[in-house]
């Protein structure tokens, strides 16, 4: 067993779902919002367009964005370019229904092959004018005139971004809004979503899938903004493959970001973790101990920062209840698999699950497929194996732009 080495402490930017979820409330609340170290990022910079688009005020001083918000839903005929950010085209169509006037939402052409189905259709059973693509997504006409409220039933089994979209604005509706989400996916996402609307003042109870939020609006807040967990990971995992320790501060106890349980799956890899109020800490030795099967449905943005370091473990790891991974910013688990194989590894893939057996990579080119979290998750494998390169490692900066520097600050 090797002996660790400290790296350091790795400066993870700020959460990109606390971000965006906080541009909305903020942009929906009376009043003006202090976002405390917001992640700057391609899919945050769109949203806080999008947010502006729709008549909100947002500007930056040193380093925090402050928002003035409509205190109601937008007013007026406008368009937003919500460029690659899913939460963009799921968030903020349901803002636009709560207010007055016609948005047209389009994207690029990555964004609108993702579903909008089971939202579209939810806003129209709720009275919302929708007009989606021709093939059910972007681009998508909202004809707000405000939102009713009512009861709905919504199909959750493929996001939970759907649901989080409906629950943000559903404040600012004339009446109180009950949405009962079916099989609901990445709960704790959800979870998220509902301690930060209550940080803006909201009403909202949550019992055995059922949600119920009362119509009373929003009230500016000061948020501090979480380093990104799903980010965090990577270190976390870098650590694990080359023996060093890892700190990244501002990330412990009472976080309201589900993938820091990354770190429970990262231990039976035999890192050692320490999570305190301040932060957390990985340290590793190097060396992967594999033989286990884990569900990472919950944590789903992860699964890829494990599955592409599992060729190093000294037995094969399968991982569990990733079916909608497929439907993010590519085929995830289509993606991994591919460019294990081209790396040389044995993997075995099912509708939901992938399997990865211990090999030693041999130099090939990394298909990104335009995937932020593929480019980073096999540049910690690339710690390791010498050869990788990559067909698109700019496409980190939809999260992290200066990914590949830190990454190389720590661990070069």
Request: proline letters at 6%; glycine letters at 12%; a negative charge.
């Amino acid at each position: 067993m090797s002996t660790a080495v400290a790296a350091g402490v790795a400066r993870i930017p700020g959460s990109k779902s606390i971000t965006n979820r906080a541009l909305l409330l903020a942009a929906a609340a009376r009043g003006t919002s202090r976002l405390r170290s917001p992640l700057v990022s391609d899919d945050t910079v769109a949203f806080r367009h999008g947010v502006e688009a729709l008549g909100a005020q947002v500007w930056e001083a040193d380093g925090d964005w402050w928002v003035t918000g409509l205190g109601a839903g937008p007013s007026g005929t406008t368009s937003v370019w919500c460029e690659d950010a899913g939460t963009a085209a799921r968030f903020l169509p349901v803002l636009a229904a709560a207010g007055q006037g016609d948005v047209l939402f389009d994207g690029s052409a990555q964004l609108r092959a993702r579903p909008l189905g089971p939202l579209t259709e939810a806003l129209r059973l709720l009275g919302v004018d929708v007009v989606p693509g021709p093939d059910g997504g972007l681009p998508l006409m909202v004809r707000g005139r405000g939102l009713a409220g009512g009861e709905v039933r919504l199909d959750s089994s493929t996001s939970s971004q759907y649901l989080t979209g409906l629950l943000l604005s559903a404040p600012l509706a004339r009446a109180p809004l009950t949405v009962h989400a079916r099989d609901l996916v990445s709960g704790p996402y959800i979870d998220m979503t509902l301690a930060l609307m209550r940080r803006f003042g909201a009403d909202v109870e949550e019992r055995d899938g059922t949600f119920r939020v009362r119509p009373d609006g929003y009230t500016a807040t000061d948020l501090a903004v979480e380093p990104d967990a799903s980010t965090a990971s990577y270190f976390f995992a870098a650590a694990a493959v080359t023996g060093s320790t890892v700190t990244v501060p501002g990330l412990g106890i009472g976080s309201l970001q589900g993938d820091l349980r990354f770190l429970e799956v990262l231990a039976r890899t035999g890192a050692q973790v320490r999570l305190t109020v301040d932060g957390a800490e990985v340290t590793g030795t190097g060396r992967l101990h594999g033989g286990f099967t884990v569900d990472m449905g919950d944590i789903s943005d992860t699964f890829m920062t494990l599955a592409a370091v599992a060729p190093l473990a000294d037995a094969p790891i399968t991982i569990t209840g990733i079916g909608h991974a497929r439907l993010k910013e590519s085929d995830r688990i289509a993606a991994v698999a591919q460019n294990l194989r081209a790396l040389g590894i044995a993997v075995d893939e099912g509708p939901d699950r992938i399997t990865v057996r211990p090999g030693v990579p041999v130099p090939a080119r990394i298909a990104c497929r335009r995937d932020h979290r593929i480019a980073m998750a096999f540049s910690v494998l690339g710690l390791r194996a010498p050869g990788l390169t990559f067909d698109d490692p700019a496409c980190v900066s939809k999260t992290f732009p200066g990914f590949h520097e830190e990454l190389a600050r720590l661990f070069g």
